[in-house]
């Protein structure tokens, strides 16, 4: 189980805090959706839980032991709104491996067939893949490091219908190994796989029931 209790964030810079109070529990194999408009605080939210932002207070947990942000670098991937332009390799496998080399072939197959990429040559540029390709991609880049928990920030945005439907199938698959925890403000595909769902409203995080969001 994953457990976020009483976390707030509020850097000096500004007047109010960005995340006040938060409390959230996530199981193994569970999809968990946030939904919150623009400038809510969704993706600071992430950046704390993927050990990227230190939060003001309270405390992040995994079956009830506390995490560092160093900790949560480890367990936590986090796959950002628009993962292409932060690819950095030049070919599918060169961004699979990148900074691990030593990386099995067999691992890279398993990501790229986790995400349905396994059809496409090793030597793909990841700049060719379509929209939906690429953020299955960047899904892989973080599935191939085991994390626990996958973070994804906004991932249908911009993509089409069927991309869309392509993805939510992904994410549907991934979570029967998978923890994931998603951000959104488009909810209505994300909705039908979640498992638990939340508003962010002004840095609050209040629980809703998918009827609710229907
Ligand atoms: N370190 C910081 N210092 C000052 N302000 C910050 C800091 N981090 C985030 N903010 C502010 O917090 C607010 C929430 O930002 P955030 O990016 O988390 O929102 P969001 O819900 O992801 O929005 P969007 O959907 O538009 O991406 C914004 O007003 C942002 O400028």
């Known amino acids: 189980m994953f457990t976020i209790r009483h976390l707030s964030y509020h ?5 109010q805090p960005i995340l006040s109070d938060v409390n959230l529990d996530l199981d193994m194999g ?10 809510s605080g969704k993706t600071t939210l992430l950046e704390i839980l993927a050990g990227l932002a230190h939060p003001s207070r309270g405390v992040i947990q995994w079956h009830e032991q506390v ?24 070919t599918l496998l060169e961004e699979l491996r990148f900074g691990h080399p ?4 067999e691992n890279v197959y398993r990501a790229l067939a986790d995400v349905g990429l396994d059809h496409l040559p090793l030597h793909t540029r990841p700049e060719s893949l379509s929209g ?11 599935l191939i490091r085991q994390p626990y928990l996958l973070l994804l920030d906004e991932p ?6 069927s991309m869309r439907q392509q993805l ?8 029967e190994h998978w923890s994931l925890l998603v951000v959104t403000h488009e909810a209505t595909e994300l909705q039908e796989i979640s498992d638990r769902c939340w508003q962010l409203e002004d840095g609050c995080l209040v629980p809703i ?5 229907l």
């Not at 939906?132 to 973080?142: D, N, S």
């Open 132 to 142: 939906g390709q690429q953020r299955r991609l960047a899904l892989a880049v973080q």
């Open 168 to 175: 939510v199938q992904v994410l549907c698959r991934l979570k």
């Open 30 to 39: 569970e999809l968990g959706l946030i939904i919150g408009s623009s400038g």
């Open 11 to 15: 850097p000096a810079a500004t007047p």
């Open 209 to 213: 029931s998918s009827p609710v969001l």
């Open 102 to 105: 030593e990386i099995p072939y």
């Open 67 to 90: 995490l560092t942000p160093e900790q949560l670098q480890q367990l936590a991937g986090l796959v950002f709104q628009f993962p292409d332009r932060y690819f950095c390799g030049s």
């Open 156 to 161: 249908t945005a911009g993509l089409d219908w």
